[in-house]
């Protein structure tokens, strides 16, 4: 709850300031004549810069200028497979009849227009696909060497690696399967860790400098949604797809109101999933962008305002970026929270009238 309304707040900080400050930026370009005019176009532009870092991107921008081009792969009737660098088409370059607009990449004729008759299938390595395959490496390298050292220190101490991350897995397994799954959550635990995990590493590098903002992007969340949504519904009991047609405790003449809302409420929990751990994410990253933008308006409106700003702005967004880690694990635990709810009702023998509508867990409350 503390951090949802702090992020609101800072939001409303955000661009309340950042209104205030354009505005006066722009008054005060236009007091300097035609020069000051010129710059005032090729001026800072937060909306650009933000979009600019959460979206997906060819390339991996590490930092202004220092950019690692990442391969471009495309598949046309005519040409086939052709692979080539990222930086082949940066800047809004034009190469092999290929050019890059608004992401996508695009079949051109000489004047630069798109030609509608050919049809290119991207399949790309983008700045989110290289950070999803450096976040496998890490986990697989993690477990593979935790694994290791239970088979070398059998019966010791753990310690290194294994040391940090045994709670961890002991609390998914004892405070989130255990209490939701019941007897039956050996099963599942692979599942709730691998979820857990790959959350939460992919949340953490996504606080890096120059990061991916992975979790941030709603096809990703989809896809893990889509995931809790399978495992849930083919593990489903008798028990639980008759409360879909036949709610416990529910008269006879209210089923065709309950049978809808039952049905509608079987896609809404994927729906909840993918949105909650999306917006979380990526109101995370908006907003420390959002501060630090205003050190680079305040700049524009007046020289020196800049260093008055930053005076504010910089503990502002170090403590941001405190909320931000507690937030990775806060939304990895939730995600895997409720995945292990909606699990645990279609495993378990017996449904209450009530059970699972209008209650989405923790999420709701601090999410």
Do not use: C
């Not at 870092?53 to 590490?62: L, T």
């Not at 000489?110 to 976040?135: M, Q, T, Y």
């Not at 990061?211 to 593990?235: E, Q, R």
């Not at 308006?297 to 931000?324: C, D, H, K, R, W």
């Amino acid at each position: 709850m503390m951090s949802s309304s702090i992020k609101r707040f800072l939001l409303a900080f955000a661009l309340l300031f950042s209104t205030v400050a354009g505005a006066f930026a722009q008054d005060h370009a236009a007091e300097g004549g035609h020069e000051t005019h010129a710059e005032e176009k090729k001026g800072f532009k937060v909306g650009d810069m933000i979009t600019h870092h959460i979206s997906d991107d060819k390339g991996w921008e590490f930092a202004h200028g220092l950019t690692l081009p990442l391969p471009v792969i495309l598949y046309s009737a005519d040409r086939g497979v052709e692979v080539f660098s990222s930086s082949r088409l940066a800047h809004g370059e034009v190469y092999n009849g290929y050019k890059l607009e608004h992401g996508h990449v695009e079949r051109v004729d000489e004047a630069g227009k798109p030609l509608e008759d050919v049809h290119v299938r991207d399949f790309s390595i983008s700045k989110n696909v290289a950070s999803l395959l450096l976040s496998a490496i890490i986990l697989l390298f993690v477990f593979t060497s935790i694994a290791k050292s239970y088979t070398v220190n059998k019966g010791k101490a753990p310690k290194g690696l294994q040391s940090l991350l045994e709670p961890i897995v002991m609390f998914v397994r004892d405070e989130i399967a255990k209490p939701n799954l019941g007897p039956k959550y050996e099963k599942y635990l692979p599942y709730l860790l691998t979820l857990f995990f790959f959350i939460l590493v992919n949340n953490l590098l996504g606080l890096l400098p120059g990061a991916a903002n992975l979790t941030g992007n709603i096809a990703v969340t989809m896809v893990l949604a889509l995931i809790t949504f399978f495992v849930t519904n083919f593990s489903g009991n008798k028990h639980y797809w008759m409360h879909l047609v036949k709610p416990t405790g529910v008269p006879v003449a209210l089923l065709p109101i309950m049978i809808p809302v039952e049905i509608v409420g079987l896609f809404m929990k994927p729906l909840s999933l993918m949105i909650r751990l999306f917006a979380n994410i990526t109101a995370g990253h908006i907003i420390i962008l959002a501060l630090l933008s205003l050190i680079f308006i305040a700049g524009q409106a007046s020289a020196g305002t800049g260093y008055g700003v930053s005076l504010i702005v910089v503990p502002f967004t170090l403590f941001m970026n405190l909320i931000e880690l507690l937030v990775a694990f806060l939304q990895a635990f939730i995600f895997t929270l409720l995945t292990s709810m909606y699990i645990g009702s279609a495993i378990e023998d017996h449904h209450e009238a009530d059970h699972g509508i209008g209650y989405e867990g923790p999420g709701d409350e601090i999410g």
